[in-house]
């Protein structure tokens, strides 16, 4: 493993400074290795500090403004004041979905207040990313598997498959809200008169095929270039041997595809945990549509504290998942991935 | 005739029906590798050509259902174009084209530096490393904004090239790096040894044997990354000014010539212009993705 | 040794990140910081910058261009931000909370005014500020001021207009109950009776407070607490939950907003549509409309007689941490001299806020919805004016439209509402 790094010294004085560009042949292992931790951190620093000043210092600000609370009319001047430290007061909100009461206190949020939605919008997001991601991973694997065939017209598929991508989130929205309209073109093709973005679950099912039809070419591609490193012969011996299709797939195609496909799957997840365009702009929230990012953007016009902290439970919750997903799921990216070039597994 | 040549015919016979089988059974795979391509068309296409058959419609008729083209014009282009209402759609198709080209380049060489690392050397901290990569496309993007907002303003930047650029390489960079060490491990990585063994440096051999044959994967990953930098919207439409917006912030201030008036038409022929550009890049690039593709696979 | 090695460029990293945090300040927490501001830079001249959502209809550019030749050593440069009021709101936001001096004078919608004012952005208009007021419509200006102070100029007005179909309505209702005992005209004519925007966003807000006043109910008191407990609330509500039910109100109206609706009406599946001015122009020009020579506009239908529209329409308001303050409020006065207003009116079909213009005859023969659109303005009630707007409008539309659908019943959804607006405003 790699991580087996044992205890080394280096004799050699750590130069900082221009990395080094080729180290003596020749030394002994020690102080390869410790070329090898000078190379990684070298390699390393422009990525973590792009991380670091757009992503960090963001997550940091926000952490620090969730424990304020938010500013308070001053019923004298009708001017807002700073509402000072809040404690945890503002997670614990959220939480227990309790809200300012007019007399003082807390009580139970009342339906319309961003604060009665918490545990809602947390239940449709994970129904939004299940649905999605499953439906994105067998459709993206289908698709992927036919334009690795050979076949006349392969290039006009692989093209038309990223069409849906290539098209910026803001336009897909107002597409498919204008394809969702009563008298649209969705209601008319099928001779039904659905009110698509107006109940329960035609409004689900019209955020998941739109959203489908956008990020399933994402899925699509990661799963082809994964699929073409798998060599023919593989495929040749199996057949030879009389593996069935079914079983070549499951004994061949999924295992030597699982890298590719879990990081499709991995951060197509984080992604739809982030959802927000399309249910904002196709239902504006309604008909138990509104996820935990159209929460945020809600709240960030009501207070930015109390948004603030939402924001960093959301990355919680996000972060839960990536942690079971990777940990228990088998889907150890870290792990395969820190087994490089040592043979597979 | 003998017993020789009957068994002969027989056999003949035999592997004539085999053949046909085979035949047969390679025909129907084709069959439904076909079927399944114009499914697969109808499904990706299918909305886009209501976008494009929208973007031809007269305004007055934006709401026709006719299936095929009507009242067609060029209008909704000419307006999609016309800077005399301020639209800057030519200039934010350039400034998109370059915000997503730099972001794409400086995104995979600083990509490709990590992968590398995280694939191939020893290290300490490699999963915390991994974890920290990972976490930083964790937070809910819509909350970034006010914070770089006033970050970019302290520091005067708003309204430039970088101030777009930096956010959108942060957030190709997880992927980016992700992909990149999940191919780097598949890579035949003896010949990187052999090349070492004939005199090369690590980095030489990386150089010289490693990236022709990871040109695939890197060209798989400069897609992703370019479309989703030329799909961002949130971040710009903040921090963006008149004369650096990208495309997409250009296309959500398209308005109609009345207030309340949703101009689909013109959005919808923007969003065709738009679509256009990538893919005749991915047309032009998919040859070498294949084409490495394969090279890659015949190890 | 190797550690210290590795960490070396990424401890460079953090911190850089680090020291970056450090200048970025304490982040979104709003202050009333604008106050020292306010009396500050007061007889400030030099250029300015005016800030305001697209320039739809190409009225803005030509207005500068005049005044900029008119003023050489104080130009105006026009900053134009996206179609979308949320967006449009969220830009100001980001500018005045960096103390941004880059904006000087932003069109403010109605409904934020409130906002800004309390977060201490905006400059207070009196005193050495002060605007003469006395020609503008009285709800324009109600709704450009906050504690009775104004705080903005109002630009332009708008409100809702009752189209109905001429050819099938002999006299246009002047009451919600007229109105529904014509539906059926509609239920003869098999088509839709009454819509207006239904689907949940701020179109909801505008009709389910014109639901509420025009059956002479208050989302909000004068002292600005939430009023819904009352009969007259309640039957404001009830009237569209009722319609709705009774299919009075198709049941494709949950999903529109202003151009579904709008497109329903030309398409000839409705007999009476609550809309916006925009509507005149294009219903009865476009080529797809079926109703180019039927169309009728009179005012919205109230209790008694015309009922109060919601009020739509900007303000300009001049930002506290502008150094060229002089300069702003002459480039407001100008934004409100007849001239410009009619200038507003036929280059961009915007509702003027001066009453004199809507008898102006040359306007009427051009735009002949003025008329009504002045009962309408006149009647007008601002939306709630409030700090917490953006609450106050989220409460409004999840219960009107729960209400609505039936899926509460009225009681249930204003008692909600009324709860809803009493925490938001009972601050933290």
């Known amino acids: 493993m790699a991580t087996e790094v044992g205890p080394t010294s280096v004799k050699a004085p750590a130069s900082g400074g221009a990395p080094i560009h080729h180290a003596p042949k020749g030394v002994g292992e020690d102080n390869r290795i410790a070329t090898q931790g000078r190379w990684a951190a070298w390699l390393l620093a422009p990525t973590i500090l792009a991380l670091s000043v757009v992503i960090v210092y963001p997550i940091i600000t926000a952490i ?7 500013a308070g009319l001053d019923p004298a001047t009708g001017l807002f004041v700073e509402g000072g430290p809040a404690g945890f007061s503002n997670y614990y909100n959220w939480i227990f979905q309790q809200c300012p009461a007019p007399s003082g206190g807390t009580v139970d949020c009342p339906p319309g207040t961003l604060g009665a939605q918490f545990w809602s919008a947390t239940a449709t997001t994970f129904f939004f990313t299940i649905v999605t991601v499953a439906l994105e991973t067998v459709l993206g694997f289908w698709m992927a598997v036919i334009m690795a065939r050979a076949f006349r017209g392969r290039s006009l598929v692989r093209a038309a498959v990223l069409v849906p991508w290539a098209i910026p989130t803001a336009v897909t929205a107002k597409l ?37 039809w956008k990020t399933t070419p994402f899925m699509a ?83 930015f504290n109390a948004a603030a902290a939402l924001s960093t439970i959301t990355f919680i919750i996000i972060f839960l998942v990536a942690f079971i997903f990777v940990r228990f799921l088998g889907a150890n990216v870290v792990e395969q991935q820190t087994g490089a070039g040592k043979g597979k597994k | 005739m003998t017993a020789a040549t009957t068994a002969a015919t027989e056999l003949r016979a035999e592997q004539d029906r085999g053949r046909k089988t085979a035949q047969n059974r390679e025909k129907w795979a084709q069959g439904r590798t076909y079927i399944s391509a114009v499914v697969i068309l109808i499904w990706c296409l299918a909305p886009a050509y209501w976008m494009v058959v929208t973007a031809f419609r007269d305004v007055g008729y934006t709401y026709d259902t006719s299936i095929l083209p009507t009242h067609v014009t060029l209008d909704n282009f000419k307006t999609a174009f016309d800077t005399s209402f301020g639209n800057h759609f030519g200039q934010a198709l350039l400034n998109s084209l370059f915000i997503g080209s730099v972001v794409t380049v400086v995104s995979l060489l600083i990509g ?80 990187e040894e052999s090349a070492r063994v004939d005199g090369c440096t690590q980095g030489q051999a990386f150089r010289k044997v490693i990236m022709p ?57 923007a969003g065709t212009i738009v679509t256009i550009p990538l893919v005749i890049l991915v047309l032009v690039f998919q040859r070498k993705i294949v084409a490495g593709l394969t090279a890659g696979a015949v190890k | 040794m190797k550690t210290r090695n590795f960490l070396l460029p990424v401890a460079t990293a953090g911190v850089l990140a680090l020291t970056l945090s450090a200048c970025g300040g304490g982040g979104g927490g709003s202050s009333s910081g604008g106050s020292d501001a306010a009396s500050q830079g007061l007889d400030g001249r030099g250029p300015i910058t005016y800030v305001q959502g697209k320039d739809n209809s190409n009225v803005v550019r030509p207005l500068i261009e005049k005044w900029n030749a008119a003023h050489p050593n104080e130009k105006v440069t026009f900053k134009e931000q996206t179609d979308q009021a949320d967006q449009q709101h969220d830009d100001l936001v980001q500018h005045f ?33 002060a605007l003469d007021t006395s020609a503008m419509l009285k709800p324009t200006v109600v709704a450009a001021s906050y504690k009775n102070t104004l705080y903005a100029a109002p630009e332009s007005s708008d409100g809702g207009i009752l189209y109905y179909r001429k050819d099938l309505v002999p006299t246009p209702p002047k009451t919600w109950d007229e109105m529904m005992s014509m539906c059926s005209i509609a239920k003869a004519n098999n088509m839709g009776c009454y819509s207006g925007q239904f689907k949940k966003y701020e179109g909801l807000t505008v009709n389910a407070s014109e639901a509420i006043n025009s059956a002479g109910g208050a989302v909000l008191d004068a002292d600005g607490k939430p009023s819904l407990l009352t009969p007259e609330a309640k039957a404001g509500m009830a009237n569209l939950a009722k319609a709705y039910a009774d299919g009075s109100i198709p049941k494709e109206a949950i999903t529109f907003q202003e151009e579904e609706s709008r497109q329903a009406f030309q398409d000839g599946k409705l007999l009476f549509l609550r809309n916006w001015p925009y509507v005149y122009n294009l219903a009865t020009t476009e080529g797809s409309s079926k109703v180019k020579d039927v169309l009728g506009m009179t005012a919205l239908p109230g209790k008694d007689g015309p ?111 009324q709860k809803s607006i009493e925490s938001a405003s009972a601050g933290q």
């Open chain 3, 307 to 417: 009922g109060a529209s919601s009020l739509g329409g900007h303000s300009a308001a001049i930002s506290v941490y502008s150094k060229n303050k002089a300069t702003a409020l002459d480039f407001l006065k100008f934004l409100t001299t007849e001239e410009t207003q009619k200038f507003f009116a036929t280059q961009g079909s915007l509702a003027p806020v001066l009453g004199a213009l809507y008898e102006d005859k040359d306007l009427v023969a051009k735009l002949p919805y003025l008329p009504v659109l002045k009962t309408s303005i006149e009647n007008a009630v601002p939306r709630p004016v409030t700090p917490f707007y953006p609450a106050v409008t989220k409460a409004i539309q999840e219960n009107a439209y729960s209400a609505i659908k039936g899926e509460k019943t009225v009681d249930a959804a204003l008692s909600d509402m």
């Open chain 2, 213 to 269: 044959l990871a040109a695939p994967a890197i060209f798989t990953t400069a897609i992703l990354a370019f479309i989703s930098s030329w799909n961002e919207f949130l971040i710009a439409s903040q921090l963006s000014s008149d004369a650096t917006q990208p495309v997409t912030v250009a296309i959500a201030s398209f308005a109609g010539a009345q207030p309340n008036q949703i101009p689909y038409t013109a959005i919808m022929a």
């Open chain 3, 97 to 129: 909370q960096a103390k941004d001096a880059g904006y000087d004078v932003a069109s403010v919608d109605v409904v934020w005014t409130a906002e800004f004012a309390a977060k201490g952005w905006l400059q207070p208009l009196k005193d050495k500020m």
């Open chain 1, 221 to 303: 591609l990661l799963i082809l270039a994964g699929l073409q490193m798998i060599p023919a012969e593989v495929y040749e011996a199996a057949k030879v041997d009389g593996a069935s299709a079914w079983q070549r797939f499951r004994m061949i195609t999924l295992p030597l595809v699982k890298p590719a496909l879990m990081v499709a799957i991995l951060f197509r997840t984080l992604d739809a945990l982030r959802m927000f365009d399309l249910p904002y702009i196709l239902t504006g929230g309604a008909n138990n549509t509104t996820t935990l990012s159209i929460l945020v953007i809600n709240q960030i016009r009501q207070g």
């Open chain 1, 64 to 70: 620090v403004m969730s424990f304020q609370k938010d």
């Open chain 1, 176 to 212: 498919w809200l204008f394809i969702f309209a009563f008298e649209g073109i969705g209601n008319k093709l099928f001779n039904t008169s659905i009110l698509w973005t107006g109940s329960e679950w035609p409004a689900r099912w019209a955020v998941i095929i739109a959203d489908v």
């Open chain 2, 112 to 191: 490709v530096f990590a992968a590398y690392a995280l694939a191939r050397l020893n290290f300490k901290f490699k999963y915390l490393v991994l974890g920290f990569i990972l976490g930083a496309s964790m937070f809910p993007g819509v909350a970034l904004i006010t914070p770089l907002f006033q970050l970019f303003t302290n520091i005067g930047w708003m309204g430039t090239y970088q101030a777009l650029i930096i956010p959108n390489i942060s957030f190709v960079l997880p992927l980016t790096v992700y992909t990149m060490t999940s191919f780097f491990r598949e890579m035949p990585w003896e010949l």
